[in-house]
């Protein structure tokens, strides 16, 4: 299937400037000779190359950019939480080496010939998911997480990859189908987006689904990466906002995010005035943790989201810490490409934007430690610059 691709004269790819390696030899008109080869896209990252957790320089290269596809030349890269999970194999075993990341953007630098929603120069970003094994995606807007055949942005088999599977964004380049790539309005910077694409989204889309209203009283439980932007988009949307964490030197930002309180849970009994308090609580937490102490927060009827993923994703619930106010006990995964747009425009509108701190690749390892240790405040963003 790929070697005939790859004789298809038909088919060419259009570029503009010297991304992509090899690719080019653009027309005065601007596109490229049809009978353009497709070569693999050489890319510069940082890769885990086992369970250690440290990640090294490497050198890779990706799956030639095809018709429905586009190379984005990455300006930023944050670090989530998972990142660190899956490279250290918490969520089973990996292929390496690996490049994680998967809060990406930058400025698109080739687009395949069937590409009309991007064009070579735009603004771009990337989530967690960036292909799939569909013919046509448009049955599935907004559901692409949960729909068989979608490929995440690390880790996952993908057969036209030269490493086998797909490599994240911790990277000078990526290349991705259109349909999972977002555009990022001129109106937010570059470093304040990249977070959004993965913290924002995971976030938001059950923040929506719960139809905050003003006044209600949101729980949020962790204040990370997730936690801060859930505290923010919570607030923006007029909610009463309830923030739970373990460290008190985060009390001060958490006000600063416009939440009503900030409970710091130092020990479980500090939880024992907010029983029934809440209409609707999110966790992202991304460990095992008492879960039924916090969903006795909730009221009667109310939901509890987990969006936080911890080792081997398992969480312990209590049948009776649920039956006791027959609380709605979900989890959720991310968002739809549709959703995910959404938040990007959401809060670039209303400046509801990451606190971050921008780091060099040489910082990585570091910063994972400081994620691990809990003393990010509160998204590192990777200039892509310095891989
Ligand atoms: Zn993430």
Known sequence: MAEEKKLDRREFVKCSCAAGGGLLLATPMGALAADTPKENVKSRGYAAIDTSGKLVPWLFERRPVGDHDILIDIKYASICHSDIHQEKGHWGPQKYPQVPGHEIVGIVAAVGSKVTKFKVGDRAGVGCMVNSSLEKLDQVENQEQYTP?????YGYPEKDSPTGISQGGYATNIVVR??????IPEHISFQEAAPLLCAGITTYSPLMKARL???????????GGLGHMAVKIA????AEVYAFTTSASK???????????????????????????????ISTIPYQYNVAAYVALVKPYGTFCQVGMPERFEVTL??????ASRVNF?????????ETQEVVDYCADHKV??????????????????VVNKEARYRYVIDAATF
Do not use: C
Not at 149 to 153: A, E, I
Not at 353 to 370: D, F, G, H, T, Y
């Open 318 to 323: 209590n049948a009776l810490g649920l039956a």
């Open 353 to 370: 934007l990451p606190k971050i701190q921008i780091i060099r690749a040489e910082q990585i390892n570091a910063a994972w430690e400081s």
């Open 149 to 153: 055949g979608t490929v995440f942005t």
């Open 235 to 238: 607030v923006s949307k007029g």
């Open 213 to 223: 209203k003003k006044g209600m009283k949101v729980g949020v439980a962790g204040i």
């Open 178 to 183: 259109d349909h999972f790539a977002v555009h």
């Open 251 to 281: 009390v001060q930002d958490i006000l600063g995010f416009g939440a009503k309180e900030v409970i710091v849970v130092d020990d479980l009994s500090k939880l024992a005035a907010y029983q029934g308090k809440l209409d609707y609580m």
């Open 330 to 338: 979900n989890a959720s995964l991310i968002g739809g490409m549709k």
